[in-house]
């Protein structure tokens, strides 16, 4: 008879436990605080942008800081796409990152950085670009 009871109780216990645990398990989803986009400062100092590569989750905020004492400007490498103009010393210009990209000074054209988005290499985005390309023309 107590053991009876015993048992009952025990799978009582489980069946709370099952029940529990799903709850549990969305809870440990990644909530949206979790997600938050954050902020990252490149500083512009000796003629170069520190750091040079910045790995990024797509939505953060992207600072450069001009700490020289002559002015920089950002501006995306590739096509020249956006830029943040010229920033005079101690001046700061914000972009929200949405993909990896390549960017450079255009006042003096040795300052190079990057900003890496979700871990896509800038090299493998332009990789697979030319591959669809080739597969396109084969085509024709
Ligand atoms: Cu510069």
């Given at each position: 008879?107590?053991?009876?009871?015993?048992s009952?109780?025990l799978?009582?216990?489980?069946?709370?436990?099952?029940?529990?645990?799903?709850?549990?398990?969305?809870?440990?989803?990644?909530?949206?605080?979790?997600?938050?986009?954050?902020?990252?400062?490149?500083?512009?100092?000796?003629?170069?942008?520190?750091?040079?590569?910045?790995?990024?989750?797509?939505?953060?905020?992207v600072?450069?800081?001009?700490?020289?004492?002559?002015?920089?400007?950002?501006?995306?490498?590739?096509?020249?796409?956006?830029?943040?103009?010229?920033?005079?010393?101690?001046?700061?210009?914000?972009?929200?990152?949405?993909?990896?990209?390549?960017?450079?000074?255009?006042?003096?054209?040795?300052?190079?950085?990057?900003?890496?988005?979700?871990?896509?290499?800038?090299?493998?985005?332009?990789?697979?670009?030319?591959?669809?390309?080739?597969?396109?023309?084969?085509?024709?």
């Amino acid at each position: 008879m107590h053991r009876l009871i015993f048992s009952s109780i025990l799978v009582a216990a489980i069946g709370v436990g099952c029940n529990g645990s799903k709850d549990e398990r969305a809870a440990l989803l990644p909530s949206t605080s979790e997600n938050v986009a954050r902020r990252h400062v490149v500083e512009i100092s000796q003629m170069k942008f520190v750091p040079e590569v910045l790995n990024v989750n797509k939505g953060d905020t992207v600072v450069w800081i001009n700490k020289d004492m002559v002015g920089h400007d950002v501006t995306e490498e590739t096509l020249n796409s956006w830029t943040s103009s010229r920033l005079a010393a101690g001046a700061s210009w914000t972009m929200v990152a949405t993909r990896s990209e390549a960017y450079y000074c255009s006042l003096h054209v040795v300052m190079k950085g990057k900003i890496i988005v979700d871990g896509k290499e800038l090299a493998m985005v332009d990789l697979t670009t030319n591959i669809t390309q080739c597969v396109s023309r084969s085509h024709d």
